[in-house]
């Protein structure tokens, strides 16, 4: 290592891009070697800022004993010392460690999904290395690393730039400058300020146009940003709408339970129970009839559930995407890419008044130029070659096959051109670059300026009618001639021609600017000589006609958006079903032509958004949530990161998104595959409703052991006879909430999606976790009491403590039985009892614990059981099977607690 690697401070902007390669021993052209940059990697670290680990299993087991109520319990187990109760204490103790043990197992196991999906969203760079561009992981980057930058990448570390085209960058994550910064390679005075140093790029900014190559010259801490900022971009991990809604919810419930508890301990004390007995009743009862675990059972489902999207390659940047997914009622989609294979084939090129014919497909050069059916030869057809020449030649991929890089349209240019003998690299030598015009969704071409032997020539490509536009003639029988109306209406009908078929076809013109150099940058795009069109395919994807299929049973519309031809959107849509009879198809300049009140009024009917700008795309989203719809909006450039932002579920693409779009968004696709998308949704409904079901199975649970000791209470204090007071010790109690709670819940929060999940319509985005619940949960809690409570009836005839352990029994039976019912929907009849085998192992495990502690002798004395009879075990479980009735003992107010009014009221809460 030199004394470049050790030096803190050296003012790269002060050197030339050769000095500044010498210095960090980097080959320009090439880069570094892998073995080389495994090595620096070894000495400088990962290109990370430093931050401290998300995943702390301290901090974790610290947690469980943060809660109110297990200090509640801690307090209870000392006074049971105190007293000389430690058998009871030592139970207490015993539950406090296994609740705090499967708590902690719990959170852990979200951590470690959260941690691999902060792994998988690590963003991705491009460097030369061996010669080779290649995606490196940004954290693996190290001084010497020539990266390749283009629009709407995110920077990934101080670099000095050493080839720019029209590069500018947005440095407002480090200096607050909204406005881009333009950039060059020359070298300026070491003293320049860091917000005028032009020639660098800086870590965590973002190209904005243009596109470049930098050297590395700062990784990690070592970085402008890293030296005033310890923060990082990672997936959020604040808390969802619906978490802070059940948390608030929890606590409401929690001081209703306890003020009940109060209650209890009054009556009973009233009723001439034991002071210390009624005291200990009370607060297991609070620690066991409050859902402290439903706020975590919630983030370990919503957290398993981006984990199950990821391995669908849907990754989940915000937590709350995974709520909003499951109401999405209009996925807006880009057509290119996500519902169409993005694997483009030139099939016919229009230039001189002729057509031909391409034969080969996907991105391979094997295939032959043809016109009718014979073999051309480029040197009997110079318009032809000129056109393949401006493709290659207007183009930043690179061509080699399957391992080509870049632009998909542009590198089935490349491969068309190769089929005629045409390559890049030959053309290069020919033709010396001197600048580039970026293509932009605005001027919907690109152009770059070469010099030759024959001077300096622009050449073009982009929409036919924007070339067009810009053209004064057209090139004919090695002519040019002025291009009059008759022969520009000839060219839109062409176009139209191909369109209709489903073609994306693309513009070709030139300019000659002359032996003595060019015009300003702004007016080299105006008498241009038009050349011809280029018509290539691109099949659509066959999942996404199923995909569309099921949005379509799921009362999901689909619109499509996109770039390309009126006519080729609209041919494309209808081969996938997106596009019916009666509805409308419109481009980026009918939206401009209409009024709020009218893109209000026919927004529903337009299924296909041709030629738009991605600021339609905003346009498209405001209309759509004005009349209440969820929406998803697909995007992959820089410019679309407001849209992304503004809608419901902004989702970016993976393989073809700039790393800005990415940030802006809620979801990354992986694949850019819409039927991703699809599946998305479908988890995002699996994952609400398993909420909504172990939240009903929960507060159903919980609200039998409530009215069990309040039943009982109050039928002590009017009968007057004590026996009746407690059917169930503090003890007991306990470990129902230890047995009963945790596993089955997050069971049900693991159950398998299924199909009627896609048959229904999207669910209101205001629906609450509690509609439709109610009634289950009222109907449970009676249920469950009376039946505990006829068990401790039956028993007290054999004595206090066999009554305890039938209602003890009863009651675990009974809440094992009832999760089954809380599965989906359905009823218990209608499922397959082990189609959740988690559930199953649940039920089996809580059994085989209620037999080991009404069966073994130290459990017997430890929670205060005896032994029971066959004939006791099946009264008990005969009265516990009145669980699998509730959905038809709820029937009768099911209509009073789905009714509006009250629908409205506790919406609210919950």
Request: charged share 20%; hydrophobic share 45%; proline share 3%.
């Amino acid at each position: 290592m030199n004394n470049a690697f050790s030096e803190e401070k050296i003012s790269w902007h002060s050197f030339s891009s050769e000095e500044a390669c010498r210095k960090l021993e980097t080959d320009l052209e090439n880069g570094l070697s892998g073995n080389e940059a495994e090595k620096r990697l070894g000495f400088f670290g990962e290109n990370k800022i430093e931050k401290k680990t998300s995943l702390n299993a301290f901090k974790i087991l610290a947690n469980q004993f943060s809660s109110f109520l297990v200090w509640l319990l801690v307090v209870a187990a000392a006074i049971s010392f105190a007293i000389g109760g430690e058998m009871d204490a030592m139970a207490i103790i015993a539950i406090i460690i296994l609740n705090s043990a499967l708590g902690f197992w719990q959170e852990f196991k979200a951590e470690k999904a959260m941690d691999a999906l902060r792994k998988m969203a690590a963003t991705k760079a491009v460097a030369i290395r061996n010669g080779l561009e290649k995606p490196v992981d940004s954290a693996l980057l190290v001084p010497g690393d020539i990266i390749v930058l283009r629009e709407g990448d995110k920077v990934p570390a101080d670099a000095r730039i050493i080839f720019s085209v029209n590069l500018k960058t947005s440095e407002s994550a480090l200096s607050g400058e909204s406005n881009p910064v333009g950039k060059h390679t020359e070298k300026i005075p070491p003293e320049t300020q860091i917000a005028d140093r032009k020639n660098m790029l800086f870590m965590n900014t973002a190209v904005v146009y243009g596109r470049g190559k930098a050297l590395v010259t700062g990784t990690g801490k070592n970085t402008e940003f890293g030296k005033i900022s310890s923060l990082m971009q990672e997936i959020e991990k604040e808390k969802t709408p619906l978490e802070k809604n059940i948390d608030s919810f929890g606590k409401k419930l929690g001081i209703a339970v306890l003020l009940i508890c109060i209650a209890i301990f009054a009556i009973g004390v009233l009723s001439g129970n034991e002071l210390k007995l009624m005291f200990f009743t009370a607060v297991s009862l609070a620690v066991a009839a409050v859902p402290e675990g439903l706020t975590a059972v919630v983030t370990i489902t919503l957290a398993l559930g981006m984990k199950a999207m990821a391995k669908k390659n849907a990754l989940i940047r915000k937590m709350s995407a995974v709520e909003t997914l499951g109401s999405t009622s209009v996925i807006c989609s880009d057509k290119t890419g996500t519902l169409t294979k993005n694997e483009l084939t030139v099939e016919k090129v229009f230039c001189n008044n002729s057509l031909f014919e391409v034969s080969g497909s996907g991105f391979n050069a094997e295939g032959k130029i043809t016109f009718e059916k014979k073999e051309i030869s480029l040197s009997e057809e110079k318009e032809l070659e000129l056109l393949l020449q401006t493709g290659v030649l207007c183009n930043n991929a690179n061509f080699s096959g399957n391992d080509s890089t870049g632009d998909p349209t542009e590198i089935a240019l490349l491969a068309a051109a190769k089929k005629a003998g045409i390559e890049k690299h030959g053309l290069e030598k020919e033709f010396s670059f001197i600048g580039e015009r970026p293509f932009d969704s605005e001027r919907k071409m690109m152009s770059v300026i070469f010099r030759g032997r024959a001077g300096t020539i622009i050449f073009c490509k982009g929409s036919a009618e924007a070339l067009l536009e810009k053209s004064t003639k057209i090139l004919e029988g090695g002519k040019e001639n002025p291009l009059a109306k008759a022969g520009r209406a000839g060219i839109i009908s062409r176009t139209n021609e191909l369109a209709e078929k489903g073609y994306r076809v693309l513009g070709f013109a030139f300019k000659k600017a002359g032996a003595s150099g060019i015009e300003e940058t702004k007016n080299i795009e105006s008498g241009l000589v038009f050349i011809g069109l280029c018509a290539m395919i691109d099949a659509p994807r066959e999942e996404a006609l199923e995909a569309i299929k099921t949005c379509q049973k799921a009362g999901i519309e689909v619109k499509m958006i996109t770039g390309d031809h009126l006519l080729t959107a609209v041919a494309v849509a209808k081969s996938l079903g997106i596009m019916k009879e009666g509805d409308l198809a419109v481009t980026g300049k009918d939206l401009e032509g209409m009024t709020g009140p009218e893109l209000d009024e026919k927004i529903g009917r337009i299924k296909v958004f041709a030629r738009v700008n991605p600021e339609h795309k905003l346009d498209i989203v405001r209309a759509l949530q004005k009349k209440g719809e969820v929406v998803a909006m697909t995007g992959d450039g820089i410019n679309d990161a407001p849209a992304l932002k503004a809608s419901d579920i902004g989702v970016a693409m993976g393989i073809t998104g700039t790393e800005v779009s990415k940030e802006a968004a809620d979801m990354v696709v992986l694949d850019d595959n819409f039927a991703t998308i699809v599946s998305a949704v479908r988890e995002g409904r699996r994952v609400f409703a398993n909420i909504k079901n172990f939240v009903k199975y929960l507060l159903g649970a919980n609200s039998a052991e409530v009215l069990l000791i309040l039943l009982a209470i109050l039928l002590a204090f009017f009968t007057g006879n004590s026996n009746w007071a407690l059917p169930l010790a503090p003890v007991q109690l306990l470990f129902i909430n230890l047995i009963t709670d945790g596993l089955p819940a997050i069971a049900i929060g693991n159950e398998a999606s299924r199909e009627e999940l896609m048959r229904q319509k999207p669910r209101a985005k205001k629906t609450g976790i509690l509609d439709n619940t109610i009634s289950f949960i009222i109907v449970s809690g009676i249920a469950g009491a009376v039946v505990s409570l006829a068990a401790f009836g039956i028993g007290l005839s054999y004595g206090e403590t066999t009554g305890r352990t039938m209602a003890f029994a009863t009651l675990i039976l009974f809440e094992t039985a009832l999760a089954f019912n809380c599965r989906s929907e359905k009823n218990a009849f209608q499922t397959s009892p082990f189609g959740n085998r988690g559930l199953v192992l649940a039920a089996i495990l809580s059994i085989a614990a209620l037999a080991a502690t009404v069966t073994v002798p130290g459990l017997q004395a430890l929670i205060g059981t005896t032994g029971l009879s066959p004939a006791q075990w099946a009264v008990s479980a005969c009265l516990a099977l009145v669980a699998l009735a509730i959905p038809f003992l709820e029937k009768p107010l099911q209509k009073i607690f789905s009714g509006k009014a009250f629908q409205k009221a506790h919406t609210k809460s919950i």
